[in-house]
């Protein structure tokens, strides 16, 4: 298990890196029009994809049994999914090609071929999920972040303005499919067993419909406080694109560490609450740091990876990187629900979410990057705490030992942010200093600072996750 991590690490740091490089190296080059276009069409192909490539993901892992003629059909069943989606979003994007403004339709078109790589991939992902193959995860994911780094910075570099960034998206979902049916050893075989795709239906329905929510949900909020103002809109975009990577980083841990386990110990309350604990605790200790970090090293993010004009992005990064400081230990919460069989609760609670945001999104004065960022951190605190309360009312999972996950997480946060507010302070990291170094500068400081807290603080945590847990015979 100390090695499955070690995969989970690399194929973090892999996305981190590719993530950053493609995400914000491309969108310097290739400028905000051409970042548009793509960002327009991708909007609408994205919406698709809870429905097409991984709403049957967690309803394999948590599936008692699952049988070769399952993943068939539920193969079959995503692909099909996939081209019903495909094929009108293609033909509208070819037919109407300033839909949604000037050449974003043939964008669109080329977007909606992802759609199929999607359905293999959320399959093939379910499989692996199950087995606990971490290491193929992790080098499927590394494989896609570099195949996509590599498409899409050299179409920037050749001046393919908005096409880099739909070489890149295709070139990473392309090399992810692929790979991951390789490592699945998935076989196409003609079976479709409607019984197997019913029962699953109920999981599978509440993950779309909960990735459907998540998804409209910043769309519409940014309609609401950007509509009109394009440079606002994209200030927003890329700010919550920065702190989006941060919040990416504890994906893989919480996903796989979490959800196979979890799933296995229901029937058993005791080792169920035992494991969430652990998994919140470690959750928090590893990545409340991380978002601490986060809104410490925000100007110089921008200085260095985006440049002068987007300077306006480091207030917004700051409110929402400090909210999910504070967050960092419920992010597996979520996951306890749908590995206790009551997906539903994440699907209210993002809608009753949404609804929550964009009353306030009403709120926020115009033009206002901070009251916007504002708006959607409260909204986060609120969905983390409703989480708690129903996680204590459902789940019996004691307000007690959320405070103690909680208080755990925030000490290394706070050693992180102490030394290096503390080296400012004392002349150690002067302004005047190169954007990349003094970046580089805080985060050595930072963890010099937590890294040994998180270790010391992590160990009994580590020790109940790091327990496998097998299927029954």
Request: aromatic fraction near 8%; proline fraction near 7%; charged fraction near 10%.
């Amino acid at each position: 298990m100390k090695r499955q991590a070690g995969w989970i690490a690399a194929e973090t740091a892999a996305g981190l890196l590719g993530t950053v490089l493609t995400t914000f190296l491309v969108s310097r080059i290739v400028g905000p029009a051409e970042v548009g276009r793509a960002a327009l069409a991708g909007a609408v192909v994205m919406l698709a994809q809870p429905f097409v490539g991984y709403c049957f993901t967690n309803a394999m892992v948590q599936r008692a049994r699952l049988s070769d003629a399952d993943i068939a059909s539920v193969l079959w069943t995503s692909l099909a999914l996939a081209v019903a989606f495909a094929v009108p979003l293609a033909v509208a994007g070819l037919l109407l090609p300033d839909w949604l403004g000037a050449g974003v339709g043939p964008v669109l078109a080329a977007l909606s071929l992802m759609l199929p790589f999607n359905a293999v991939e959320g399959t093939a992902n379910g499989v692996l999920l199950r087995a606990y193959t971490f290491r193929v995860l992790a080098l499927r994911g590394i494989g896609a972040h570099s195949a996509g780094l590599a498409a899409g910075l050299s179409l920037a570099l050749a001046g393919w303005g908005a096409w880099a960034l739909v070489g890149q998206q295709l070139a990473f979902f392309g090399t992810a499919a692929v790979l991951a049916a390789a490592f699945a050893r998935l076989v196409p075989s003609p079976v479709l067993r409607r019984d197997a795709i019913r029962e699953m239906s109920p999981i599978a329905v509440t993950a779309a419909a909960t990735g459907l929510a998540g998804r409209i949900g910043f769309r519409l909020f940014l309609l609401v406080v950007a509509g009109g103002s394009p440079g606002l809109a994209g200030l927003l975009q890329i700010a919550f694109r920065i702190v989006e990577v941060a919040r990416e980083l504890p994906t893989p841990f919480v996903h796989r560490y979490g959800l196979p386990a979890l799933s296995r110990l229901r029937a058993d309350r005791p080792a169920f609450l035992r494991r969430l604990e652990a998994v919140c605790r470690l959750s928090g200790l590893a990545f409340a740091p991380v978002f601490a970090g986060s809104a410490l090293c925000a100007p110089e993010v921008q200085a260095a990876l985006l440049g002068p004009a987007w300077a306006g992005i480091v207030a917004p990064v700051r409110v929402l990187s400090a909210t999910l400081a504070f967050a960092a230990f419920g992010l597996p919460l979520g996951l306890a629900f749908v590995a206790a069989g009551m997906p539903k609760v994440n699907l209210w609670l993002t809608l009753g979410g949404l609804a929550f945001v964009l009353l306030l999104a009403s709120l926020v004065p115009e033009g206002s990057g901070e009251g916007a960022a504002a708006a959607w951190a409260l909204m986060l605190a609120g969905e983390v705490a409703a989480l708690g309360a129903l996680a204590a009312w459902r789940l019996g999972f004691r307000p007690a030992r959320q405070l103690r996950a909680w208080a755990t997480a925030l000490l290394p946060a706070a050693a992180v942010a102490a030394a290096v507010l503390g080296a400012e302070a004392a002349g150690v990291l002067p302004p005047t200093m190169p954007p990349l170094a003094l970046l580089a500068a805080k985060v050595a400081i930072g963890v010099a600072a937590g890294g040994p807290l998180i270790v010391l603080l992590g160990r009994p945590a580590w020790r109940e996750v790091a327990e496998p847990v097998l299927d029954k015979p």
